[in-house]
């Protein structure tokens, strides 16, 4: 078993207002659309939460687990015909700090369709918000560059709740990585799978889109069966040289998070048969989508 790396816990304030200072400047000379409109999420009071978020986390950030197993990953791509997992440039991997925004939340087929409309109603008040964590991107056993999403996981719920130690428990192995399963400090199991998977990616333009279909079922240990959804996120990325973008942000991207009705599991608030009819007239579509903005710079140095 292989641990992680932690990024350094030493309060970055100074560097990061250095960087937000540079960030809002980039902005103003009109560097490229792409990073000058994201330049503006890293502000002084974005910098300096990220700067706490960052040192609640890593204090006690668990590690990710990764013990090699190549020959299962294979035979997965084999099966499905699908990558064995997203694989970033070279110049990704280490340690950033990403600042998001959440854009816009929506029920395209109305929110009769939305099952856990308490989740959707509080993602919708969250529009506008910025959120502040760690991202991590580590090299596997096949030495490709890939998310390390047992450690991105854990970061982005710890800052989410606001510094408190969120996940209790979380299982990943970097070279098998279509499977991650965590238990909330609440005792809620989250089983998250991989079905599918897909990637472009432009060196020359410095631009990517993935997207990743997945199967998730949620046990709140409540009386009635665990909820299940399948949702896909389409992620399109551009980056720059981390000397060009001048402390700015080196790494922006838009992404989209879509569900879908799953014809098992729990069926919310609506009966049984009211929601097998729901699955049958969404007819595969996304019932809900949101859509989050992202610009990352690298994590600040000692």
Same mark, same amino acid.
């Given at each position: ?25 980039? %902005? ?32 006690? %950030? ?18 499905? #015909? ?11 991997? #280490? ?5 998001? @925004? ?10 009769? &369709? ?18 502040? *964590? ?57 089983? &998250? ?16 889109? @993935? ?25 399109? *990325? ?19 998070? *879509?569900? &879908? ?7 919310? @608030? ?28 690298? &994590?600040?140095?000692?």
């Amino acid at each position: 078993m292989r641990a992680s790396r932690s990024p350094s816990t030493s309060p970055p304030s100074t560097v990061s207002r250095r960087r937000a200072r540079r960030a809002e400047g980039c %902005a103003r000379a009109g560097d490229d659309d792409a990073f000058r409109d994201d330049a503006v999420a890293l502000t002084r009071r974005a910098a300096l939460a990220a700067a706490r978020a960052v040192v609640l986390h890593t204090a006690c %950030a668990r590690p990710s687990i990764a013990s090699p197993r190549e020959t299962l990953s294979r035979a997965w791509t084999r099966a499905t #015909g699908a990558p064995e997992d997203v694989t970033f440039p070279s110049s990704f991997a #280490g340690d950033w700090l990403a600042t998001a @925004t959440c854009v816009d939340v929506s029920a395209p087929l109305g929110t009769s &369709y939305v099952r856990d409309i308490e989740t959707f109603e509080r993602e919708r008040r969250e529009i506008g918000r910025r959120t502040t *964590y760690p991202v991590r991107f580590a090299r596997n056993a096949r030495g490709d560059v890939v998310f390390d999403r047992a450690f991105n996981v854990d970061a982005l719920a710890t800052s989410r709740g606001g510094g408190r130690d969120v996940v209790r428990e979380i299982e990943w192995d970097i070279d098998d990585p279509n499977v991650l399963k965590l238990t909330t400090s609440d005792g809620t199991r989250v089983f &998250y799978k991989i079905t599918a998977r897909s990637s472009a990616r432009d060196d020359d333009a410095r631009t990517m889109t @993935t997207s990743e279909l997945a199967e998730i079922v949620l046990d709140r240990n409540r009386s009635g069966s665990p909820s299940v959804k399948s949702t896909r996120v389409v992620t399109k *990325y551009k980056w720059r040289d981390v000397d060009d973008a001048r402390e700015g942000p080196a790494i922006v991207a838009s992404q989209t998070v *879509y569900e &879908y009705l799953s014809p098992v599991g729990d069926a919310g @608030t609506a009966s049984r048969d009211d929601a097998d009819a729901a699955f049958i007239r969404a007819r595969g579509r996304a019932v809900s989508q949101s859509v989050h903005r992202i610009a990352m710079i690298r &994590y600040p140095d000692r």
